[in-house]
C-alpha cells in the first residue's frame, strides 16, 4: 500500500506565502505524475498544477506566476511553494500520485488526506 502524507497547510494574511509537502511512503517502485489539487467550500476539486517525473509542469491559469510545483523523486516528496496568495486560494489541498507498487508493478492513483489552506483578506 501507498500513503501519501500532507502538511503545510494553515491561516495567512493576503499577500502572504506558504508552502505544502506531501510525502509518499509504502511500496513504491516509481512515481510518475504527481499534482495538486483544491476543493473550496462547496465547490468541486480542481486542479492546480502538475508534475512528471521529469520536470515537466503544468499550472491552472489562476495560480501561473503566483504557484511553483517541484518534486525530490528520492524521497518521494512533493512540494507546492504558494506566493502572494488571494482569498480566493482558500480551500482544501490534496496531493496525488501516480504510483507504481511493488511487488507486482501495479499502476493506482493515490490522494493524500488533504491540508486547509485560509486566505484572509
Known amino acids: 500500500q501507498v500513503q501519501l502524507v500532507e502538511s503545510g497547510g494553515g491561516l495567512v494574511q493576503a499577500g502572504g506565502s506558504l508552502r505544502l509537502s506531501c510525502a509518499a511512503s509504502g511500496s513504491i517502485f516509481s512515481i510518475n505524475v504527481m499534482g495538486w489539487y483544491r476543493q473550496a467550500p462547496g465547490k468541486q476539486r480542481d486542479l492546480v498544477a502538475t508534475?512528471?517525473?521529469?520536470?515537466?509542469?503544468n499550472y491552472a491559469d489562476s495560480v501561473k506566476g503566483r504557484f511553483t510545483i517541484s518534486r525530490d523523486n528520492n524521497k518521494n516528496t512533493l512540494y507546492l511553494q504558494m506566493n502572494s496568495l488571494k482569498p480566493e486560494d482558500t480551500g482544501v489541498y490534496y496531493c496525488?500520485?501516480?504510483?507504481?507498487?511493488?511487488?507486482?508493478?501495479?499502476?493506482?492513483?493515490?490522494w493524500g488526506q488533504g491540508t486547509q489552506v485560509t486566505v484572509s483578506s
Open positions: 508534475i512528471t517525473s521529469g520536470g515537466s509542469t
Open positions: 496525488n500520485m501516480a504510483v507504481t507498487t511493488l511487488p507486482l508493478l501495479r499502476r493506482g492513483d493515490y
